[in-house]
């Protein structure tokens, strides 16, 4: 039903801002929350940031809040992640997820049913 392919990601120092993108296709995802999720190696797959496609409630993580952005643009069907400042300890895989917006906490990865290969961020000292 709905279809999330990410890019983006690379190797950046201390400091350094990336953008993460997610294409999204489907045949109607006009009420789903769209995530963004990390996991490092080793470590359970944990919350960044939500937002629903209309462009509603974003939040984010303790851990991003003032230096991520979620946004979407509907025009190109796209999932954002601005990141700025980034810090070492915000190495990992990055994952675009969806679900329908009435379907339990959001900031819960279990919670959503379309996710997309992930884009590796890497952020060195």
């Known amino acids: 039903q709905v279809q999330l392919v990410e890019s983006g990601g690379g190797l950046v120092q201390a400091g350094d801002s990336l953008r993460l993108s997610c294409a999204v296709s489907g045949r109607s995802f006009n009420s789903y929350v769209m995530g963004w999720f990390r996991q490092a190696p080793g470590k359970e797959r944990e919350f960044v940031a939500a937002?629903?496609?209309?462009?509603?409630?974003?939040d984010y993580a303790d851990s991003v809040k003032g230096r991520f952005t979620i946004s979407r643009d509907i025009a190109k069907n796209t999932v954002y992640l601005q990141m700025n400042s980034l810090k070492p300890e915000d190495t990992a895989d990055y994952y675009c997820?969806?679900?329908?917006?009435?379907?339990?906490?959001?900031?819960?990865?279990?919670?959503?049913?379309?996710w997309g290969q992930g884009t590796q961020v890497t952020v060195s000292s």
């Open positions: 997820a969806a679900r329908f917006f009435r379907y339990g906490d959001y900031r819960i990865a279990s919670s959503y049913n379309y």
């Open positions: 937002i629903t496609w209309s462009g509603g409630s974003p």
